[in-house]
């Protein structure tokens, strides 16, 4: 069982939609990420949050909108997507040290 | 800009007998490395990390991985593989951290591990 929880698993969504994705971890951490997985692509960080403060932007269209209302809680809010952004978006979480990422089980996006 | 190398795509082993998946990074400092697992349709499962000390570090599932300086390397390896060892294995790096940064790993492109009874 994982401490980080995100829903939902899946997601099918048309370009038009919004839509959002939620993230909920109960490990006590102060960093929360979003990462992207694409089929044949290394793994991207999208975003990552940390003491609620974003502190990394990496370069991610607008259409995908981070909200960190608190530590324990990430959304990424899901807006006039295109078909090339489905893949798996996963969340996860850490303390600042030692630093190894704690992993939600993914939501599985398809953009028709 | 710190980066991971995995030179194999995948990598096949028979069961019983040992394995090695390879990794190397490039970093401008200390590097703090790791080692995750998927398993299909899941997140990933953290494995082992070498942030300091002992060069050979042991982890979850029996894995274990040896920090080579000189040659920038994180091996993964296992003295006997398991049909059910057979996932996505992902090598990550990250510089030394900045204070209130979070910790952005990079990851690599993963090898996926088959192992055949």
């Known amino acids: 069982e994982t401490g980080v929880t995100q829903t939902p698993r899946h997601l099918v969504m048309g370009m038009t939609n919004k839509k959002s994705l939620k993230c909920e971890q109960h490990?006590?951490?102060?960093?929360m990420y979003w990462y992207k997985q694409s089929a044949k692509k290394p793994l991207e960080l999208m975003f990552v949050y940390s003491l609620e403060e974003r502190v990394e932007n990496n370069s991610v269209p607008s259409r995908f909108s981070p909200e960190c209302p608190n530590s324990s809680h990430l959304f990424l809010h899901l807006h006039t997507l295109q078909p090339e952004d489905s893949a798996l978006y996963l969340c996860?979480?850490?303390?600042?040290?030692?630093?190894?990422?704690?992993f939600g089980e993914g939501s599985r996006l398809t953009v028709l | 800009a710190q980066s991971v190398a995995q030179p194999e795509d995948q990598v096949n082993v028979a069961e019983g007998n040992p394995l090695t998946v390879k990794c190397t990074y490039s970093?401008?400092?200390?590097?703090?490395l790791f080692w995750y697992v998927q398993y299909p349709n899941r997140g990933l499962q953290f494995l082992l990390k070498?942030?300091?000390?002992?060069?050979l570090v042991k982890g979850s599932y029996g894995f274990e991985a040896e920090f080579n300086k000189s040659q920038t390397s994180f091996h993964l390896k296992k003295p006997s593989a398991l049909v059910s060892d057979s996932a996505l294995y992902f090598c990550a790096v990250r510089d030394f951290p900045v204070e209130n940064a979070g910790n952005m790993l990079t990851f690599g492109g993963g090898t996926r591990l088959m192992v055949k009874p």
């Open positions: 070498y942030i300091t000390g002992d060069n």
């Open positions: 490990l006590g951490h102060n960093a």
């Open positions: 970093v401008s400092g200390n590097p703090y």
């Open positions: 996860a979480s850490s303390q600042e040290r030692p630093g190894e990422l704690f």
